[in-house]
Nanobody, 127 residues
Framework: QVRLAESGGGLVQAGGSLRLSCAAS????????MAWFRQAPGKEREFVSA????????AYSDSVKGRFTISRDNARNMAYLQMNSLKPEDTAVYYC????????????????????WGQGTQVTVSS
């Protein structure tokens, strides 16, 4: 079973950048599609971005497309989310998630497809 731990969250001014990291242990990440979700206070958890097992395919929500970039380093068992041009509405707890999957190209975007989750990291964007 893979275990995930996020880091890199914090407080940043609008227009700033943060890079979130997701460290995996227990299993090699190359068998897993990876994704980032977020949950703001009083709102449901929402999809942010996903990346296929070997990184050839990515997907983004419309709200972050062009500002966020997902990546992975299977050799280091890491996944990342580079967040640029941050807005106050990006404020949320960000979670990384992993899905053990056969397809090398799939980028699942539904949280129910991801059985493995980290504990989350808080991102706060001030106006």
């Amino acid at each position: 079973q893979v275990r995930l731990a996020e880091s890199g969250g914090g407080l940043v001014q609008a227009g700033g950048s943060l890079r979130l990291s997701c460290a995996a242990s227990g299993r090699t990440l190359r068998w897993y599609a990876m994704a980032w979700f977020r949950q703001a206070p009083g709102k449901e958890r929402e999809f942010v971005s996903a990346i296929s097992r070997i990184g050839g395919s990515t997907a983004y929500s419309d709200s972050v497309k062009g500002r966020f970039t997902i990546s992975r380093d299977n050799a280091r068992n890491m996944a990342y989310l580079q967040m640029n041009s941050l807005k106050p509405e990006d404020t949320a707890v960000y979670y990384c998630a992993a899905d053990l999957i056969d397809s090398v190209a799939a980028v699942p975007q539904y949280d129910g497809e991801y059985p493995y989750w980290g504990q989350g990291t808080q991102v706060t964007v001030s106006s």
